[in-house]
């Protein structure tokens, strides 16, 4: 019913007025990593609860604050957290 993350990039489930969702688009691109953006204006209007059903059962968070970010399918979480795994992701590469 909901589409579910991509499996080998960032997904960023999305709404607008966000301005979290807007930093992550923001910093996401400035590292030059590949994301991809489900808009879920439409899922939240038309069954707000199936939709937060859906992430809760993907994550196993219940997570209503956005963005929703995913790398691969593990659930990252919001902004914050998403900075600090995409730097310690960068770091890592860097050592080898």
Same mark, same amino acid.
């Given at each position: 019913? %909901?589409?579910k993350p &991509? *499996?080998?990039?960032i *997904?960023?489930y999305?709404? &607008?007025g966000? /301005?979290n969702? #807007? ?8 590292k030059?990593?590949? +994301?991809e953006? #489900? !808009?879920?204006?439409?899922? /939240? /209007?038309? !069954? ?5 059903? +859906? #992430? +809760?059962?993907? &994550?196993d968070?219940?997570?209503t @604050? %956005?963005?929703?970010?995913f790398?691969g399918?593990?659930? @990252? =979480? =919001? %902004? ?11 770091? %890592?590469?860097?050592? +080898?």
């Amino acid at each position: 019913m %909901f589409p579910k993350p &991509s *499996t080998n990039k960032i *997904t960023i489930y999305s709404k &607008s007025g966000c /301005l979290n969702c #807007i930093k992550v688009k923001d910093y996401l691109k400035a590292k030059n990593i590949l +994301f991809e953006v #489900i !808009d879920c204006d439409n899922y /939240l /209007l038309d !069954d707000r609860e199936a939709f937060i059903q +859906f #992430i +809760f059962e993907i &994550s196993d968070c219940e997570r209503t @604050i %956005f963005p929703i970010v995913f790398h691969g399918k593990k659930y @990252i =979480g =919001g %902004f914050n957290e998403t900075k600090l795994h995409i730097e310690k992701m960068l770091d %890592f590469e860097v050592d +080898f």
